[in-house]
């Protein structure tokens, strides 16, 4: 069973900035597809940003675009969100989802389509 580890989670003010970090225990990243959802309270869980194996196609959902950035580094063996520009409606709890796939460029939106999940890490935005 792959361990998903999730890190980088606070409390940050409206305007801040805060960088996730997740990590595929014993895996190597390479060989996944990474995505970030989150879950508010009272909320189904939704999409947020998706990477593909290579890195070289990421897509957002549209409440981040130009605010978030999804990002790799397979030497290192993370897959990172940065969130910028983070408004109260952001709070929620972050969660990062991983997908073995030969595919190199494809990104996977739905969270059907990921078999590996973190615990989560909170993300709390004060006005």
């Known amino acids: 069973q792959v361990q998903v580890e999730e890190s980088g989670g606070g409390l940050v003010q409206a305007g801040g900035s805060l960088r996730l970090a997740c990590a595929p225990s014993g895996r190597t990243l390479s060989t996944y597809a990474m995505g970030w959802f989150r879950q508010a309270p009272g909320k189904e869980r939704e999409f947020v940003a998706a990477?593909?194996?290579?890195?070289?196609?990421?897509t957002y959902t549209n409440s981040v675009k130009g605010r978030g950035s999804i990002s790799r580094d397979n030497a290192k063996n993370t897959a990172y969100l940065q969130m910028n520009n983070l408004k109260p409606e952001d709070t929620a709890v972050y969660y990062c989802a991983a997908r073995y796939t030969v595919e190199s460029n494809t990104r996977y939106v739905d969270d059907s389509q990921y078999p590996h999940w973190g615990q989560g890490t909170q993300v709390t935005v004060s006005s």
């Open positions: 990477i593909s194996r290579s890195g070289s196609a990421t």
